[in-house]
């Protein structure tokens, strides 16, 4: 989980850190995801992956820093007092993981159930659907039940065949992984379908289900069949489509204004 310091020829020590969710090994992002379910503060969690992800042990808290021993990459141990000011500023290695864009990394297995692409690719648009209308229901509710993001689980992990499974036991740091990399999904797509998806900031309480559904009849026609063609489509491919869609009825929309 830690790479060995490295002591330069200047003297100076030099800390190794994952700088971003896509540098963590599987196990460094289950032990974020761990730490994230504990209820401990931003900079607890700062501290603990700070310190397990550089390899240090404290040996002492003091009130301007902390006493610390690190393994350097030809087995030595050496020992270093670091300043309040110092583990603050290595601390802002992780200011990723509170950026609130989500996590473009996720677990590969729940369990047996391996995850689908990254960025859901070859993933059905009606699973997207679902998937967001489970995400959506889980921000407005208390947050005292993650069955929304188990169903959500259901989707992004398959099994040995490729099929969904009825269920999911989930931890609460497996769950936690699937909003994290939900968020960033949906974060990757406003970036991606920019017609399509709209900031809250611009449309106010934008139900982006809603405008989705009436870009799919748009672009049908309203034909039940071709609805259903479209659904089952790869995502990426039908959102694409939605999305000029949805452009040009806003360059036509643009063009009414002006007139």
């Known amino acids: 989980m830690t790479q060995p310091s490295s002591l330069l020829a200047d003297g100076s020590l030099q800390l190794h850190a994952p700088h971003s969710w896509s540098d963590l090994t599987q196990e ?54 670091l300043q309040l000011w110092q583990i603050q500023s290595l601390c802002e ?20 159930y391996k995850a689908v692409d990254v960025e859901l690719h070859d993933f059905p648009l009606i699973n997207y659907i679902v998937c967001d ?10 947050k005292t039940s993650d069955e929304p993001l188990r169903e959500m689980a259901c989707r992004l992990y398959l099994d040995d065949q490729g099929k969904e499974p009825d269920s999911i036991k989930c931890a609460p740091s497996e769950t936690m992984g699937v909003f994290l990399w939900f968020m960033w999904i949906k974060d990757n797509f406003s970036k991606s379908f920019p017609h399509l998806f709209k900031p809250a900031s611009e449309e106010g309480d934008y139900d982006m289900t ?8 748009a672009l049908t026609g309203g034909d039940i069949t071709k609805e259903k063609q479209i659904e089952k489509s790869d995502v990426w491919r039908a959102l694409t489509e939605l999305d000029a869609k949805a ?12 007139s």
């Open 247 to 258: 452009r040009e009825a806003e360059e036509l929309n643009d063009k009414l204004k002006k």
């Open 133 to 142: 209308n489970y995400f959506q229901q889980f921000l407005k509710s208390d």
């Open 210 to 217: 809603e405008a989705m559904n009436a870009q799919i009849r």
């Open 93 to 112: 290695a992780f200011d990723f993981v509170f950026d609130g864009k989500g996590a473009d990394n996720r677990l590969d297995f729940i369990g047996p």
């Open 28 to 81: 460094q992002l289950r032990y974020v995801l761990f730490l994230l379910t504990q209820g401990w503060s931003e900079w607890q969690v700062r501290t603990y992956l700070f310190a397990r992800f550089c390899g240090i042990k404290v040996l002492k808290e003091k009130k301007d820093g902390w006493l610390c021993e690190t393994m350097l990459e030809n087995g030595e141990k050496l020992r270093f007092f």
